[in-house]
């Protein structure tokens, strides 16, 4: 009898480990199989597409600001000011793919729709570019200007361009997000991959635009721009195809419904209850019964401490309920606790959120302002022509290099010296840097290459002929004294984008995890905005009759040395309340979630 009863319980415990745990299920909707679904299997194809996907985004992104500036004969604090707008856009988006991903399509789905999209804007820019723009052929050159272009030929383009920024801006954060879902973090192998899995993305993403920057950024430097568009779409094309191939090995959550819907639930419930005293312990608070929450796949949140306010929505009471054996209950009058957790995780993650849009400031420097000051620098070297653009490429190989250097090196030699502080026992944490340190580390990191690009542009000038009528390639110092700003913007984006995908990925609650990913997208897309703003206002208060301003058209008469010196002051305000915000931060809590990971009270900086 006792070997019959260990037989069974052997028998239970290879049909759970069969399947996943964390509530994924396959394409026709069961259980996902763990050997047959996810893991590096189809981790690899959705790096591979994501490899694709940007070597065709950034094969239009990379040059945009010379295509206005030589195209459509912008000058440059409007080509920066139009491309800003643009990249902003494209990340703005994102909200949009998230929350259609989270609420009613599914991550996959979502994928697909706006690659399509992604893919028609890329063939309609390349026609534009082919039929209409490029007039005379071969001009957008440094040499050859374009003739002048009618409203409609550039609507068409602007139209073109945005159907680029929607469907690349759908998909991102969803495809970072679903490349997460293929590991299960209730296993420990696989949770240890889905870490690796986000500093893989980021690296796929930095490698799929390498060619961009350098062959695609030649070709468009010389005037081709519609060979550099059509590769662009090609390029898309078998990234769509690609990630289509993989279909049945994909894993899959379920979309939770609408969150706008849900979190106005909470914050109505608690106000009609604003009257009450708040519930002192857990015991008072509403949650459905059963393993899962009230969201379909879900897994329960635990209860925190924090905007208590909030807890008088899981309160019950006796006009809760609208029947008298109180199991259908009145959803704007009682949530349970899982639903108020979500709202409290949400309002925590935004300070965190907010603290690095002016990161991103300084990032998109790299796409306008750094290739304005690159092409005003000697771009020649025994004849041959770096195209400004290219340049972007040292910041790719940094990327490559400190993501090796961080989960070989800097990461294990982190974690033996927490061990080692722990007094002769295991950490409780046996990571290296948390996330939010990985996020200060790099806001550092930014400030070093502000205050770097200002002393090159301050060198730079001393080396330019000023009277030139034009700047490009006008001074002396070579453009190769750029490499370091770009090395060390590659270097801050491991700390802080891989951080942030992490972060807000982990920290997210199920059922919101494209929002999680979304919020770095937003991220970028605000900095964009900001960093439009900010040039606006530092043209308009710079710029008198006696001076062109900081930034003008031609760089010699300007100071841009010190508007990277300004966004380096920023730079430094944002990191101290950073550092606040990080310090106050504290960690979600999900039932089931590894023991240590609940223990982790809060990520101090």
């Not at 490029?134 to 409203?151: D, F, L, M, V, Y």
Request: a neutral charge.
């Amino acid at each position: 009898m006792a070997s019959f009863q260990v037989s069974k319980e052997e028998k239970f415990k290879g049909d759970q480990e069969e399947y996943t745990c964390d509530g994924s299920i396959d394409l026709h909707g069961r259980p996902a199989i763990r050997d047959t679904t996810g893991k590096w299997i189809a981790g690899i194809i959705i790096l591979l597409n994501q490899g694709l996907a940007t070597l065709a985004f950034f094969g239009v992104g990379v040059n945009l600001v010379l295509f206005h500036t030589r195209v459509l004969q912008q000058n440059n604090a409007d080509a920066a000011n139009s491309v800003s707008k643009w990249t902003g856009t494209v990340y703005i988006f994102s909200l949009v793919g998230a929350f259609l991903s989270d609420s009613y399509w599914g991550r996959y789905k979502t994928c697909t729709i706006f690659q399509v999209i992604f893919v028609i804007g890329l063939a309609a820019l390349s026609l534009a570019s082919h039929l209409f723009l490029i007039r005379p052929k071969g001009c957008g050159n440094e040499t050859t200007a374009c003739a002048q272009h009618s409203s409609w030929e550039i609507g068409l383009f602007y139209v073109s361009i945005y159907l680029v920024a929607l469907g690349n801006g759908g998909y991102q954060p969803n495809i970072a997000t679903f490349g997460a879902d293929q590991f299960d973090e209730e296993n420990a192998k696989e949770s240890h991959s889905k870490v690796a899995f986000f500093s893989y993305f980021y690296l796929a993403l930095n490698l799929g635009s390498l060619f961009s920057n350098t062959i695609l950024g030649y070709f468009e430097n010389e005037g081709m721009w519609a060979l550099g568009f059509w590769a662009s779409t090609a390029s898309a094309l078998a990234a769509l195809i690609l990630f289509l191939a993989g279909t049945t090995r994909y894993r899959h959550f379920k979309p939770s419904g609408n969150p706008i819907s849900r979190c106005s639930q909470v914050i109505v419930a608690a106000v009609r209850k604003w009257r009450l005293e708040t519930p002192q312990s857990d015991d008072e608070l509403f949650e459905v019964e059963g393993k899962g929450s009230f969201k379909t796949g879900a897994r329960k949140m635990l209860h925190t401490h924090g905007f208590k306010f909030l807890d008088r929505a899981a309160f019950i009471t006796s006009r809760d309920f609208n029947d008298e054996k109180q199991r259908d209950y009145n959803q704007w009058r009682l949530c349970p606790i899982t639903q108020v957790e979500e709202v409290k995780c949400i309002l925590r993650l935004l300070p965190i959120w907010l603290c690095t849009i002016i990161y991103s400031v300084v990032f998109t420097q790299m796409a306008s302002i750094f290739v304005e000051q690159g092409a005003a620098m000697k771009t020649t070297i025994l004849n041959f022509t770096i195209p400004p653009a290219s340049m972007s490429s040292f910041d790719i190989l940094s990327v490559a290099v400190i993501i090796f250097f961080y989960r070989r090196v800097l990461d294990p030699f982190v974690s033996r010296i927490k061990k080692r502080g722990s007094k002769g026992t295991e950490a409780k944490d046996s990571k290296g840097l948390t996330e939010l340190q990985r996020m200060g580390i790099g806001l550092v990191i930014a400030v070093m290459a502000m205050l770097l690009a200002g002393i090159v542009e301050n060198y730079r000038r001393k080396y330019a002929n000023k009277d030139c009528t034009n700047c490009e390639g006008s001074s002396s110092l070579s453009i190769f004294w750029q490499v370091p700003q770009y090395a060390l913007i590659g270097a801050s984006e491991v700390f802080m984008y891989v951080g942030q995908l992490e972060f807000f990925n982990d920290q997210a609650p199920d059922g919101l995890k494209t929002f999680g990913s979304a919020l770095c997208m937003t991220s970028i897309s605000l900095g964009n905005y900001v960093s439009s703003l900010i040039v606006s206002i530092v043209t308009k208060i710079s710029s008198r009759d006696d001076m062109p301003g900081w930034i003008p058209v031609n760089l010699n008469n300007g100071h841009l040395d010190r508007f990277y010196f300004l966004l380096a002051g920023l730079t430094i305000v944002d990191l101290a309340v950073y550092i606040t915000c990080a310090k106050w931060y504290k960690s979600v809590k999900i039932q089931g979630k590894h023991a240590e990971d609940n223990e982790k009270e809060e990520y101090g900086v």
